[in-house]
């Protein structure tokens, strides 16, 4: 069953603008994890964050989790042509399955 | 260094055939191992996990099935496929901690005419 769902769906944005994705979740997780696959590849591990965590970055990423809510959002900013694929968040349950929502589609536009 | 093959790349099978995707990984032992599907736009599905040879979790009722006859090696299998089995087929490994990354193979595109 699905764990993890990303908001939005679709997201198209100019070059060089920020993208943030949202992703809600709904029982207790040891971890979340976002990834990213470009079209007809596996995925690629874009940052994991903990439980005991609010927030981490990684480069031109930022990711947040509330877990109260049962939220997290990544953004990227300053947007490139090459961040074009989709995203993926992941939570790892308290018996250690890995269940993966089912994506935003991000889409630079030149 | 570790390393996931995952084969064949790509098939195309008729309605009722049966099918064998392989994967393996390198350079680690007692891996958390995973078969994912993924329809096409979609996103990921987990189909099977498992925590050691033998030892395999169905995650939804289907006409596929799993084995793990080797430590490192997971096969997903089935006697006789439906079109409804066409799709992208991940096989994925992690470590046996919480908070380890999942590695993906390159998937197997399946497609069942």
Known sequence: SQQGEEDPQALSIQEGENATMNCSYKTSINNLQWYRQNS?????????????????????????????????????????????????????????????GKGTRLHILP | SQTI??????????VGSPLSLECTVEGTSNPNLY?????AGRGLQL??????????????????????PQDRQF????????????GFY?????????????????GSWLTVV
Do not use: M
């Open chain 1, 40 to 100: 007809g590849r596996g995925l690629v591990h874009l940052i994991l964050i903990r439980s005991n965590e609010r927030e981490k970055h990684s480069g031109r990423l930022r990711v947040t989790l509330d877990t109260s809510k049962k939220s997290s959002s990544l953004l990227i900013t300053a947007s490139r042509a090459a961040d074009t694929a989709s995203y993926f968040c992941a939570t790892e349950s308290r018996d250690d399955k890995i269940i993966f």
């Open chain 2, 5 to 14: 093959h995952q084969w064949p790349a790509t098939l195309v099978q008729p």
């Open chain 2, 35 to 39: 078969w994912y599907r993924q329809a």
């Open chain 2, 47 to 68: 189909l099977f996990y498992s925590v050691g040879i033998g030892q395999i979790s169905s995650e939804v009722p289907q006409n596929l099935s799993a084995s793990r």
């Open chain 2, 75 to 86: 096969i997903l299998s089935s006697k006789k496929l439906l079109l409804s089995d066409s």
């Open chain 2, 90 to 106: 991940l096989c994925a490994w992690s470590g046996t901690f919480s908070g380890n990354t999942i590695y993906f193979g390159e």
